[in-house]
């Protein structure tokens, strides 16, 4: 649902979550992403920000 907001409705370039990294094997990136995501689950959006580069 973001990449909808930032790429249709204000026009900016979708996130690359993966950072160019696959996000299938676990590897440092992944762990960031889901440490992310679970923090944000729990309405501490700041790692998400951080990690995305916001």
Known sequence: M???????AMGEKPIDWSGGQSLQA???????YISALRAADKGDYEPLFKYVGA
């Open 2 to 8: 973001a990449d909808v907001v930032l790429t249709i």
């Open 26 to 32: 676990m590897s440092e990136q992944r762990k960031k």
